[in-house]
Nanobody, 119 residues
Framework: QVQLVESGGGLVQAGGSLRLSCAAS????????MGWYRQAPGKQRELVAT???????NYADSVKGRFTISRDNGRNRSYLQMNSLKPEDTAVYYC?????????????WGQGAQVTVSS
């Protein structure tokens, strides 16, 4: 199994910054891509950003230019630097790790971290 634990959420004013961290432990070799997703009240979970093991990143249009995803493979961590935060960024942010070993696919989620942006 793989365990993912998020940290770094909180309350911030619009225009401010937060940095989320995700620590992975367990059978790490099952994970290739790490990502961040978010779910606002009454809405579906949506992709924020993903990053492959080689460092190739992908972002949702709504966060491009404001958020930066990174990872430290040696420490089994991923990060989401969030700048110029807006009230519409308020959501529970989930860390995700997924990969494939042979024919087996794996998909893991953290417990979520609340991010609240006040106007």
């Amino acid at each position: 199994q793989v365990q993912l634990v998020e940290s770094g959420g909180g309350l911030v004013q619009a225009g401010g910054s937060l940095r989320l961290s995700c620590a992975a432990s367990g059978i790490i070799f099952r994970i290739n891509t790490m990502g961040w997703y978010r779910q606002a009240p009454g809405k579906q979970r949506e992709l924020v950003a993903t990053i492959s093991s080689s460092g190739s990143a992908n972002y949702a249009d709504s966060v491009k230019g404001r958020f930066t995803i990174s990872r430290d493979n040696g420490r089994n961590r991923s990060y989401l630097q969030m700048n110029s935060l807006k009230p519409e960024d308020t959501a529970v942010y989930y860390c995700n790790g997924n990969g494939r070993v042979g024919v087996d696919a794996y998909d893991y989620w953290g417990q979520g971290a609340q991010v609240t942006v006040s106007s």
